[in-house]
């Protein structure tokens, strides 16, 4: 089973945060849940919820928790985002009777080391609009940005950093930094701020622009 990819909803958060679209964060297969872990699942909607994010706890296959997407996606053109394996094949199925997409268990998939979807298909909805599904998403990915950027990617973290006294605050030990002192009341969650750090000093992958 998956574990919660915090990753890459931040992954997502930065396109939408760039594109200024809507998000809607589904944590799919809820069914596959013990009562603690769905306890777990429910913390972090709740996270999200807060932050501004239409979250929905999932189940595609025993269509729980889907009641509202008829309605966030009518008239719309939506993406569905997401790793390897987490059913957005499926739930397309599920909004176009007759859609057809292939879907794979995740064992089989990884098998054979494809992701199940190969190329984005885009698919008109009964009710209105369009959705496009796309082949799972694998790891970070490589970005283009500066680490003062980082923040954007954090929608709360990023409108309590116009409060920092320097423009250019990076929210670590900066004195004035809005960021802190809104973690320290409990405004800022540490899971987020802690992804944030994380973010910051992942260097490694190429993320950021080369200096020149
Ligand atoms: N238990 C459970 N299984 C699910 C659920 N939704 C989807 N699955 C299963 O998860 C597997 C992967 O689903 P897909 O829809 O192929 O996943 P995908 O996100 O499209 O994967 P890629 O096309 O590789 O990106 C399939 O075997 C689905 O039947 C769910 O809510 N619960
Ligand atoms: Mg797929
Ligand atoms: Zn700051």
């Known amino acids: 089973m998956h574990r919660w990819p915090p990753h890459l909803v931040r992954k997502t958060e930065h396109k939408t945060v760039y594109s200024d679209n809507q998000q809607c964060i589904i944590i799919n297969?809820?069914?596959?849940l013990d009562s603690a872990e769905l306890a777990e699942a429910e913390q972090l909607a709740e996270l999200y919820r807060g932050i501004g994010y239409e979250t929905l706890l999932a189940?595609?296959?025993e269509r729980r928790g889907l009641e509202t997407l008829p309605t966030l996606l009518k008239d719309k053109t939506a993406l569905l985002a997401g790793n390897s394996?987490?059913?957005?094949?499926e739930l397309l199925n599920m909004?176009?009777?007759?859609?057809?997409a292939r879907t794979q268990a995740i064992s089989e998939a990884h098998l054979s080391g494809m992701h199940t979807t190969t190329f984005s298909e885009m698919y008109d909805l009964p009710f209105g609009g369009r959705l496009i599904d796309i082949p799972g998403v694998k790891g970070f990915g490589t970005f283009n940005f500066e680490r003062e950027e980082v923040s954007h990617f954090f929608r709360e973290i990023f409108s309590v950093g116009r409060g920092c006294r320097y423009g250019n605050?990076?929210?670590?030990?900066?004195p004035g930094c809005a960021v802190r002192e809104a973690l320290e009341r409990g405004e800022?969650?540490?899971s987020r701020?802690?992804?944030?750090?994380?973010?910051?000093?992942?260097?490694?992958?190429?993320?950021?622009?080369?200096?020149?």
């Open 193 to 212: 701020y802690n992804s944030y750090l994380n973010m910051l000093d992942d260097e490694d992958e190429g993320k950021y622009r080369a200096a020149y």
């Open 85 to 89: 394996g987490v059913g957005k094949s």
């Open 95 to 100: 909004l176009v009777p007759g859609a057809g």
């Open 59 to 61: 189940s595609v296959t």
């Open 188 to 190: 800022i969650a540490q």
């Open 29 to 32: 297969k809820v069914d596959l």
């Open 169 to 174: 605050c990076l929210h670590l030990n900066e």
